[in-house]
């Protein structure tokens, strides 16, 4: 019988620990079937973030260190001027990347690091259970606005695709989604851009995927992709932010 | 044998990281350990290494961890109070076994303290680096010699037992020039990192850096483990320089800056017919408990001298578990204790007040 769908070789056979509905699944899956197309995984090193994906080092089959919460883009430094022959990337929540770890996202894109960071951006702390988020919309319930986000107290959402456009170290700013195939499809060629850009030693890029959190949104899976839909992609419109190298044939905005 | 050349304390700290194959270096810049950073910046790019000026000490101590779990020697260096922002990734060190050097050029606190010379980061040094139950190696030069031997050895102690070492210094060692014999290169003892991230080669499963247990069974075997390692290094890293204390009735304990005053201190007071004596822990962790217990033999006092409120003193009656009395003498702030201020406290000992 003719095999057709497989498990990618970057995924170890570890069963994921997330919720029903959780774009974790699908986007570890993107990535590691971007390592295995590229054929790097022999060298690949990820950096897992503290939130609910602290333990992709369990799912990912290439080299894992488990950084401290938003500390990532400094270990995945270290480890690339260590071996810069090495492929590292980082995979971080929106409280990780944007909150407790905004100077080290900054500053790792404005050194223009040869490194690929997936952010995934749920608009709430999922691993706590359901707090405001550095992307938590205006209005937002959660644990910690149970009125809804009011931005005169809390502040607006940070909108890190166009923050991290306007340096000049950012090879490729892209925002992304996966809920729907055409969407997949579209993340994936993204994330794969993104590691080739780091194989061609260009420089940083991220690749900000928004995605549901139907546990803590307290929605059902199909009702978390349609609030994303109507309430998170208008305030993170999907797009390229920044492209240093638009010759190479990526996706359009 | 190598010719001595005059180096700031800094600097020939830096030389000899160089010559220790540390060829990653990341910090941010604070006093007074600048001419450390300094020399870095001008050294790494000429010999293919990397001198990273980080946003914070936050993103140091974490570009020192990535490059340590990659398998190279790495080093930071700070002074005080970026050491107190560098105690998270400590702790994350400790917890995934990486060795790593950290140089603390200590000065005053708390808070932004001062920058003149201090001892007062000892209990953060050996006691409580960051959360969770952990030991660092920590080093005590006296000397700007020890500071080139004692990168050497805080490297390979580090690499030995799999955990950070602390190089433990202060502004006035760091600042002041004296000469010192640089090592030859190539003689440099390393130690095979099968833990290390480096890509898996296709060749092993692969490796995983993390100090995430979730399981607290397993959490507990890990930092049992751990401390068996730890007393190891207890059993048999403890170092310290005794000067005149075989016959010695009134023993000082001081380490680093300190105990260079108090070798003078010592000297008069035996001129004046006084029977003292030091002991200069170079180790202070882990801390020269044997040596303070062999003393306590023949000594009927101890005086531990620090540039503290009186920190390692702590160590010193814990060693003597009540054996002797103990005494301590400071100054803090940046200020420097003079050889006749720490005569004066062998005196009172002596008659007794």
Known sequence: ?253 | MAEKVLMKGNEALAEAAICAGCHHFFGYPITPQTELAAYMAKKMPKIGGTYLQAESELASINMVLGAAAAGVRAMTSTSSPGLSLMTEGISYMAGCDLPALIVNVQRGGPGLGGIQPSQADYYQATKATGHGDFQLIVLAPSTVQEMVDMVFLAFELGEKYRMPAMLFSDGLLGQMMEPVVLPEPGDIKTVEKPWAVTGHGGKRKHNIVNSLYLEPNLLEDTVRARYERYAEAQRTEQRCEEFMVDDAEIVLVAYGASSRICRSAVTTARQQGIKAGLIRPITVWPFPNDAIQKAASHAKAFLSVEMSMGQMVDDVRLALNGARPTYFYGRTGGMIPSPAEVLEEIKKIQEGK
């Open chain 1, 1 to 253: 019988m003719a095999v057709v769908f497989e498990r990618p070789h970057a995924l170890t056979d570890k069963v994921f620990s997330y919720c029903p509905g959780c774009p974790h699944g699908i986007v570890h899956r993107l990535v590691a079937e971007t390592i295995d197309e590229l054929g790097i995984e022999d060298r690949t090193i990820g950096i897992s973030p503290v939130g609910c994906s602290v333990t992709a080092y369990d799912f990912f089959a290439c080299d894992m260190v488990e950084a401290a919460h938003g500390r990532a883009p400094a270990v995945a430094t270290g480890i690339k001027r260590a071996r810069p022959d090495n492929i590292v990337f980082t995979y971080q929540g929106d409280g990780d990347l944007a909150a407790i770890g905004m100077a080290e996202t900054v500053h790792a894109a404005t050194r223009g690091e040869n490194i690929t960071v997936i952010f995934i951006n749920n608009a709430i702390y999922g691993m706590t259970g359901g707090q405001m988020a550095p992307t938590t919309l205006p209005g937002q319930i959660t644990q910690t606005t149970p009125y809804g986000r009011d931005v005169k107290a809390a502040g607006y959402p940070i909108r890190v695709c166009e923050l991290l456009s306007t340096l000049d170290g950012v090879a490729l700013a892209q925002r992304v989604t996966v809920d729907s195939v055409k969407h997949v499809r579209e993340a994936k060629k993204a994330i794969k851009r993104a590691f080739e850009n780091q194989v061609n030693g260009r420089g940083y890029s991220i690749i900000e995927v928004v995605s549901a959190c139907p546990t803590n949104w307290g929605l059902t899976p199909s009702e978390a992709l349609c609030w994303l839909r109507d309430n998170m992609l208008p305030y993170y419109p999907l797009g390229v932010y920044k492209d240093a190298y638009p010759e190479e044939g990526g996706a359009k905005k």
